[in-house]
């Protein structure tokens, strides 16, 4: 039998549950050896609840004394570059969580760090692996769309900053653009068949989050004023790639809208398309306009999504597939979410240079 792949997971918070519930599925495949965190606490829980052997709470040391095929980096933004870098040099092929990184600096940097230690650097854009874009990936590759050349991509939260890290730009390096934005851009580009961007417009704002403090009415909402609020609570954005396709991007944590909406719409010259959950496309047929929808639901189901991503990294480190969410990928993301921070401060469309 083969050797299992010997894993370790850098941060042990809400999204390293998901990787882990993967890994235990590949039982067959892989052992998760050892675990590092900050907080010990969490962290004892953490291999306590797994049966992990080796806890640490230094990635640098975790990669010094242990041998490992994998790790999955899955702390707050801002430890993304120094912990894939060190997990990257310690020998490990790293599946890193979107996003990528802070900026693009740092992403580049953790992508010329995979290419001199020849590991495989996969990026967490979970989403390429839904039920939902399996579907819409067939259609598109059927021709069904046409050319397609607008597309929306939508993550609106009326009360949803998750608090903690994710409201302090120090930690998280924006706010609904980086966190979420960057789930629903990333699903466009993708089944658009990745063209690259060349310049975006954008403003941010921050009306409605401070002021929120303690009003929320979820369970995430920040608590009693308490975490910082120093990010945007709204970003709207207009993307140009240099195939033709333009992507309107709406991205928030705090806004006066009706309900909370993810979704995403491509628009072709054949066909176009919503996902507001389930997939519906907009056509001819016959000489009339037609919606179609798959007899079949298409809603994104959270069941299997993240095992989908986990056996994905795992099939590339054995090199049975192709990585499908590749550095490159993470790299051209933070050169949009830089590029819309950047023109949402000067007021100017800022073109995107380096790809
Ligand atoms: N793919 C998705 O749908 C999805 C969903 C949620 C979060 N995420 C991403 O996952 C990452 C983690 O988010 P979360 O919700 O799990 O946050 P979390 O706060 O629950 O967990 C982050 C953990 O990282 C630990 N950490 C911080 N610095 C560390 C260091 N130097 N060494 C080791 N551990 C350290 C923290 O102590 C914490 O336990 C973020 O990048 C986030 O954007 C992705």
Redesign the pocket.
Known sequence: MAKKLRVGI?????????HMAGYRKLSDRVEVVAA????EI??AAYCKQYGIPAQY???REMMKNEELDCVS????????K??TIAALRGGANVLC???MAMNAAEAAEMKAAAEETGRLLQI????RFGNDAAALKDFIDAGVFGDIYYAKATYLRRDGC?G???GDKS??GGGPL??LGV?VIDLVRYLAGLPKPVSAFGATYNNLGPNRAGGGQKAWAIAGGQDPYTVEDFTTALIRFENGLTVSVEASFNLNVKKDVGNIELFGTQAGCRIDPEVELYTQMAGRFVNVSPAASTALSFNGL?EN?IRGFVDAVEGIAPCRATAEDGLVLMKIIDAIYESAETGKSVEIRGL
């Not at 850098?10 to 998901?18: A, F, L, M």
């Not at 590092?36 to 907080?39: L, N, P, Q, T, V």
């Not at 980096?73 to 993304?80: K, L």
């Open positions: 850098i941060g042990t918070g809400n999204i390293s549950h998901c590092c965190d900050i907080d969490k962290l709470t230094d990635f980096v899955c702390t707050w933004n801002a430890v993304h120094d912990a969580e979107k996003p967490g854009f979970v989403r998750p903690g890290w994710f930690r998280s980086i966190d789930h993240f991503e």
